[in-house]
Antibody, heavy 118, light 109 residues
Framework: QVQLVESGGGLVNPGGSLRLSCAASGFTFNDYYMTWIRQAPGKGLEYVAYISGGGDYTFYADSVKGRFTISRDNAENSLYLQMNSLRAEDTALYYC???????????WGQGTLVTVSS | EIVMTQSPATLSVSPGERVTLSCRASQSISSNLAWYQQKPGQAPRLLIYDASSRAIGIPARFSGSWSGTEFTLTISSLQSEDFAVYYCQQYNTWPPACTFGQGTKLEIK
C-alpha cells in the first residue's frame, strides 16, 4: 500500500533553515506529482509547494516563494523541501502528499512538525 | 484568488442523522472540488473528488453534489467515526494555486 513517511522537522530559530524529507513506497513514485501541504497548530490546510513527476516543473505558494525549494530524487523515491529564512508563521505540521490525476490529494503522510521560535 | 467559504464552522449532530455541509466558491470552479475528512491527530483523507466522485474505500453514505458555485457534502446517516473536521478544496486554478476552505467541524450533540 502507499506509504509516505516524513522526517526532518524540529525546532529552529527565526531566519534559520531546515530540510524536510519524505520517503515514498508502494507506488511508482515518478508517475506522480507530489506536494507539500502544511497545517499551523489548530488551523486549516495550506498548500506550500508542488513538483511534477520528473521534477522539471515546480510551483510555490506566494507565502514561501523565494524561501522554500521543493525537489525529488526518483531513484531514491524521495521528496524534499528545503526551507530557508524561516519565520514564526512557518510553524506548522508539514505533510507530504501524493497528487492524483494532477489535481487532488489522495494519499497523505502523517506529517513532520516544524517549529520556528527563538 | 478564489476564496472557498465553508458553513457552518461547527455543526452539532446526533449519530444516525443526515447532515449536509456547504462550501461556496467565490467564482466558478466548474466541478473541480474535493472534500477531505480530518480526525484529531490524523492526516486528512480524501473523500470526494470532481465534486461528486467517491474516492477508493469511502462508504456510500458520503456523497457530493453541486450547483453553480455551491457545493455540498452529505452524510446520509452519521456514524460515530464520522465526527471530524471536513475541508473542501478547489483545484480549478491548479497548478499553481489551489485553495482550501476553513473547515467545518462535526461534533456530537
Amino acid at each position: 500500500q502507499v506509504q509516505l513517511v516524513e522526517s526532518g522537522g524540529g525546532l529552529v530559530n527565526p531566519g534559520g533553515s531546515l530540510r524536510l524529507s519524505c520517503a515514498a513506497s508502494g507506488f511508482t513514485f515518478n508517475d506522480y506529482y507530489m506536494t507539500w501541504i502544511r497545517q499551523a497548530p489548530g488551523k486549516g490546510l495550506e498548500y506550500v509547494a508542488y513538483i511534477s513527476g520528473g521534477g522539471d516543473y515546480t510551483f510555490y505558494a506566494d507565502s514561501v516563494k523565494g524561501r522554500f525549494t521543493i525537489s525529488r530524487d526518483n531513484a531514491e523515491n524521495s521528496l524534499y523541501l528545503q526551507m530557508n529564512s524561516l519565520r514564526a508563521e512557518d510553524t506548522a505540521l508539514y505533510y507530504c502528499v501524493r497528487v492524483k490525476d494532477l489535481y487532488y490529494f489522495d494519499n497523505w503522510g502523517q506529517g513532520t512538525l516544524v517549529t520556528v521560535s527563538s | 484568488e478564489i476564496v472557498m467559504t465553508q458553513s457552518p464552522a461547527t455543526l452539532s449532530v446526533s449519530p444516525g442523522e443526515r447532515v449536509t455541509l456547504s462550501c461556496r466558491a467565490s467564482q466558478s470552479i466548474s466541478s473541480n472540488l474535493a472534500w477531505y475528512q480530518q480526525k484529531p491527530g490524523q492526516a486528512p483523507r480524501l473523500l470526494i473528488y470532481d465534486a461528486s466522485s467517491r474516492a477508493i474505500g469511502i462508504p456510500a453514505r458520503f456523497s457530493g453534489s453541486w450547483s453553480g458555485t455551491e457545493f455540498t457534502l452529505t452524510i446520509s446517516s452519521l456514524q460515530s467515526e464520522d465526527f471530524a473536521v471536513y475541508y473542501c478544496q478547489q483545484y480549478n486554478t491548479w497548478p499553481p494555486a489551489c485553495t482550501f476552505g476553513q473547515g467545518t467541524k462535526l461534533e456530537i450533540k
